[in-house]
């Protein structure tokens, strides 16, 4: 039994998806040239004034709000000061006291069990630069593409216990994020960041333990990789008595480890102040409203639907709701189709697997749900055995044919017909003596090898439940 317990709590930096960033009309661009999308305002300037983008404030109230915050009526803007080579004006524009949204919640699920964790508060902020650090020698580069662009940080209480939870915590907030039409949230390309404060006490405590921060972790699996190796390299500190160091760590990707970067800052050390050059923001109890109307169905709204609506396994139902646009194929599919699970067995199946073999999103294949729909409908009525379908279905992802065009062209269509099937028995039957023999001798396998061979003469495409039928039939009498 581990004499210390757990704690975690994370920062989480969402990129908004507006088009122009956040308080001047620069574009918003991933993997535009360097320095090609900046102005005097985003630049810090003097006498450029910064004017708010409404669009980031619309989606910063509407995340708020699927988070079950609750959005004050009144907010402001802070001068967050530090110096920083990628931030031009040495300090940040974001929220401290009054920010959008606080005392939210997301829920999880750990083991079976529903866990609530707590959200401390949302506020906007915007984004700083990009250094790039040269492998040639020692310099560095800095892109101020990314500066200003509209971000939101999403803080969590310290609820979270083990790394498992964090990582649960994370992709439902990705889900919940993606569903609102909030942000990408390609970690990849940094539109969602996530930075862990961790800490230990002893079991029984009420105290929290002395943290350390890791930043900027690029994807789910490292943030659980970072928090399990922190917890024991604290925890072998504690063992040996030594004393935590309040400190900002990097995770190494490549070691697994974590490392210093710098001693943890408060937020005394940032020198918070109103900023001066924009008004407060005052919000209608009717603006806030309308912004709540804009919220679609939840994930965790979704993957009950799904469970009591379509009978699906809870299994299924969360890996159909990961993203919206998945959660929504499978939709377009199990309302055409007889039988749901089906449906859910071919996306979570071949679908997925051609989409990760490919490198796509579920948004770029060529099968649309009515066409796959289609397509379950033609095992139903005994057109095409599963086993070929799974052959029509990967010519449809490729050509982006439906299913009958595929069946046409390949003359793929079942062999159904009961006489002409017998006939086909028959001869296979005569040809097999040893096989029927040691059925009847009490061997039952052997009826596969008879079924196999029916299967040949057929090119597949006999209906492999009427064969069995017929076989059975046959040898029996």
């Avoid at 929220?95 to 919640?105: A, I, K, L, R």
Wanted: a negative charge.
């Amino acid at each position: 039994m581990s004499h210390f317990e757990t704690v975690i709590g994370l920062e989480v930096h969402v990129e908004l998806g507006t088009k122009t960033k956040i308080f001047c009309d620069c574009a918003v661009e991933f993997g535009a040239a360097p320095n090609t999308h900046v102005c005097p305002v985003c630049l810090g300037s003097p006498g450029a004034l910064p004017v708010l983008n409404e669009d980031a404030l619309k989606l910063a109230i509407r995340a708020s709000l699927a988070l079950h915050c609750t959005v004050s009526q009144q907010s402001k803007f802070d001068r967050k000061n530090y110096f920083y080579p990628d931030s031009p004006k040495a300090y940040q524009i974001s929220q401290y006291d009054e920010p959008v949204g606080e005392h939210g919640y997301i829920e999880i699920t750990v083991q079976g069990e529903k866990k609530r964790i707590g959200i401390t508060r949302v506020h906007l902020e915007e984004d700083a630069g990009k250094l790039t650090h040269s492998p040639f020698g020692n310099a560095s580069l800095v892109d101020l593409n990314r500066v200003g662009i509209p971000l939101i940080e999403i803080v969590s209480e310290p609820d979270i216990r083990t790394a498992e939870e964090a990582r649960l915590y994370l992709e439902e907030l990705k889900s919940i994020m993606q569903f609102c039409g909030i942000s990408e949230c390609k970690m990849e390309e940094g539109s969602l960041r996530c930075d862990a404060n961790i800490s230990l006490r002893p079991v029984g405590q009420e105290a929290l333990g002395t943290k350390t921060e890791i930043k900027n972790m690029n994807s789910f699996r490292n943030v659980q990789r970072g928090l399990e190796y922190e917890e024991q390299r604290q925890t072998k500190l504690l063992l040996r008595g030594e004393d935590i160091v309040q400190e900002t760590m990097r995770f190494q990707e490549e070691t697994g480890v974590t490392v210093a970067m710098r001693s943890k800052e408060d937020a005394h050390d940032y020198r918070y102040f109103p900023e001066p050059d924009l008004p407060r923001i005052y919000l209608s109890a009717e603006y806030i409203e309308e912004r709540r109307a804009e919220i679609p169905e939840l994930p965790a709204a979704r993957r009950k639907r799904f469970i009591e609506e379509y009978g699906l396994p809870a299994y299924d139902a969360e890996v159909l709701t990961a993203t919206r646009v998945l959660s929504e194929y499978f939709d377009g599919t199990a309302s055409r189709v007889r039988d749901p699970k089906i449906a859910s067995n071919w996306i979570m199946g071949d679908l997925l697997a051609y989409v990760k073999a490919n490198s796509l999103e579920i948004e770029q294949i060529k099968v649309s749900p009515e066409q796959l729909a289609a397509l379950i409908g033609l095992i139903d009525e005994g057109t095409i055995s599963s086993k070929m379908a799974k052959d029509v279905l990967k010519t449809m992802l490729e050509s982006g044919k439906d299913a009958k065009s595929v069946i046409a062209e390949q003359g793929l269509v079942q062999i159904s017909d009961e006489g002409e099937l017998r006939e086909i028995a028959a001869r296979v039957i005569a040809a097999n003596p040893k096989s029927v023999e040691d059925f009847k001798a009490g061997k039952e396998k052997a009826i596969g090898s008879l079924v196999g061979q029916m299967m040949k003469e057929t090119k597949g495409k006999a209906n492999p439940q009427l064969v069995n039928q017929i076989i059975l039939d046959l040898i029996s009498r």
